[in-house]
């Protein structure tokens, strides 16, 4: 089995920063990708944040771009989301995504972690 532990949320004024983190352990030979991902609260979709390959390539969702950032520690399994300038709009829970292969095949395994509170307000 494989587990996504997210840390790092919190409650923080509007222009603070906060670092997410997403630590990934068990069954794992290679992982293809991890993200984060935000769902706000009063029924909203789950939304893409950001992604990073396992060849550094990475995406930002454009209502983020220039203010977060994700990267990872491919030694650790664990990915970050160093978020500035956060706006009350960022407030949301924050979930880790993993694409994980648990062997030589290529088959693929999507994983998620438990979410995060962030909330950004005075």
């Known amino acids: 089995q494989v587990q996504l532990v997210e840390s790092g949320g919190g409650l923080v004024q509007p222009g603070g920063s906060l670092r997410l983190s997403c630590a990934a352990s068990?069954?794992?030979?290679?992982?293809?990708?991890m993200g984060w991902y935000r769902q706000a609260p009063a029924g909203k979709e789950r939304e893409l944040v950001a992604t990073i390959t396992s060849g550094d390539s990475t995406n930002h969702a454009d209502s983020v771009k220039g203010r977060f950032t994700i990267s990872r520690d491919t030694a650790k399994n664990t990915v970050y989301l160093q978020m500035n300038s956060l706006k009350p709009e960022d407030t949301a829970v924050y979930y880790c995504?993993?694409?994980?292969?648990?062997?030589?095949?290529?088959?693929?395994?999507?994983?998620w972690g438990q979410g995060t509170q962030v909330t950004v307000s005075s």
């Open positions: 068990g069954s794992i030979f290679s992982i293809n990708a």
């Open positions: 995504n993993a694409i994980i292969r648990k062997d030589r095949s290529n088959r693929e395994y999507q994983y």
